[in-house]
């Protein structure tokens, strides 16, 4: 019973080192184009954890439950991901509030900052503010298919979320 609390000791402890270090490089997100995450409890908890596998764009995309969440974050952790129980509840709850289906309201891509191009579509930090560059040097768009003329972005990112855009 011992050497399993001090194993869990010392996988808290491994944790925890990742977690700041993944914090001291700049979050890695930001620093490579991700997508960046809004504030809020379990933000740092989803960037430490989940791009260890797999970019942040992948699970913001998601648009699920806190629900359909945990059992994502239930098979991850099975998977080998360092997420206790209680940290999973709140990586749920983060993610379903920030990238939940009820999230998906309209997003004005002419009167949108970058960051929020990013955070509610999806998009790399250099994808939105390439939209926002195009925006203020050719004027508003017109429709998402405006989109396309824009250099540096990835049309199959915009498209799957076209019905959220308004112009």
């Not at 490579?32 to 699970?59: D, I, N, S």
């Not at 098979?75 to 206790?84: H, Q, S, T, Y």
């Amino acid at each position: 019973m011992q050497q399993l609390l001090r194993k869990e000791r010392c996988f808290r402890q491994l944790r925890r080192a990742l977690l700041s270090l993944t914090l001291v490089l700049g979050c890695g997100s930001l620093a490579t184009g991700q997508t960046p995450l809004p504030e809020g409890k379990g933000k740092e908890m989803v960037e430490a954890v989940c791009t260890q596998c797999h970019g942040l764009r992948e699970t913001t995309s998601a648009r699920l439950t806190a629900q359909e969440w945990q059992s994502i974050l239930n098979d991850m952790v099975a998977r080998g991901a360092p997420l206790f129980d209680e940290e999973n509840e709140v990586v749920a709850e983060y993610l379903a509030k920030n990238f939940g289906p009820e999230v998906s309201a309209k997003v004005n891509v002419n009167k949108a900052t970058a960051r929020e191009l990013a955070t509610k579509l999806g998009l790399s930090v250099k994808e939105a503010e390439a939209v926002v560059q195009y925006r203020e040097k050719s004027g508003n768009l017109g429709n998402w298919e405006d989109l396309k003329k824009v250099p540096g972005l990835d049309i199959r990112t915009i498209e799957k979320e076209k019905d959220r855009l308004s112009f």
